[in-house]
């Protein structure tokens, strides 16, 4: 029986529903290509920045703290341009009109609703730097108030400080940056309620998953995340837009055509959205 409390939903063209029914993959792309031009900066930048000033009015002593800023500004600065997080977004919705205005190509397109725990090696967590591949992967909900956890990253950053002294930025700081710097999004997006998977490749896996694969393609590298191993599909359902030309007979030839079984739930949406003249 689905969980559907763990099914989120991919919009996208009609286009893209064929291409990731004929891979079984979904794409993870580089994030800081999103429609958020703040991604990944929201942290290092202004999230760092008032963690700083409550590190600079703390008991820590400042020569120590002088030292971990330089380390941590220079670090970040690269952080935001080299270390690139590879993601693919959904929302808890089926059927929301900013989605279908925004990436389910204005109706037109397919809300793809997936059980993502039901996917191989994907938990729900907040990816982190590993050696362990499982850990470097995982979905969580996108955070769009910052106000606590600038007081949560304050208290793991003077603690670390206290324990680790000069060590610190290396040992938890900048790790625990980069586990939450990309489910850090301008509030301005908070109407998505937007859940993501999100990847941190590294060179020096000592593991593999071998239904996550990186792939070259003509606007960049791409890593590909397959939903179907071992016979166990993570897709439940197909929302089809209101404006899509597709109909249900349609998709379940789609679905026959794919070598995919029929127990796919397959709808309309109810989105009354229209364009004003």
């Not at 004929?22 to 994030?31: I, Q, V, Y």
């Not at 109810?270 to 364009?275: L, P």
């Amino acid at each position: 029986m689905d969980n559907r409390e763990d099914i989120y939903y991919h919009y996208c063209t009609l286009e893209a529903l064929e291409s990731i029914l004929d891979s079984k993959t979904l794409w993870l792309c580089d994030l800081t290509e999103s429609n958020d031009a703040q991604e990944v900066y929201r942290a290092y930048v202004p999230l760092w920045n008032d963690v700083k000033a409550k590190l600079m009015e703390s008991d820590i002593d400042k020569q120590l703290l002088k030292q971990q800023i330089e380390y941590l500004d220079s670090t970040f600065h690269l952080q935001r341009i080299t270390d690139i997080p590879y993601g693919c977004c959904f929302c808890k919705e089926k059927d929301e009109v900013q989605y279908w205005k925004e990436y389910g190509n204005e109706l037109k397109g397919v809300s793809i609703g997936f059980e993502l725990r039901k996917i191989k090696g994907l938990k729900k967590q907040y990816p982190k730097a590993s050696a362990d591949i499982t850990n470097a992967i995982g979905y969580e909900n996108v955070i769009y108030d910052v106000c606590e956890l600038t007081d949560e990253m304050y208290q793991i950053c003077y603690e670390a400080l206290k324990l680790w002294g000069g060590r610190a930025w290396l040992m938890v700081i900048l790790p625990t940056f980069k586990m939450y710097a990309s489910f850090i999004k301008n509030p301005s997006f908070k109407s998505e309620k937007e859940t993501r998977i999100v990847f941190l490749p590294d060179e020096n896996f000592n593991n593999s998953l071998d239904n996550l694969k990186k792939k070259a393609t003509d606007k960049g590298n791409v890593y590909e995340l397959g939903w179907l191993n071992d016979g166990v599909s993570a897709l439940r359902t197909i929302t089809l837009g209101t404006e899509c030309n597709a109909t249900e007979e349609d998709v379940r030839g789609l679905l026959r055509s794919m070598g995919l079984n029929m127990d796919i739930e397959i709808t309309r949406s109810q989105c009354s959205y229209r364009k004003r003249r």
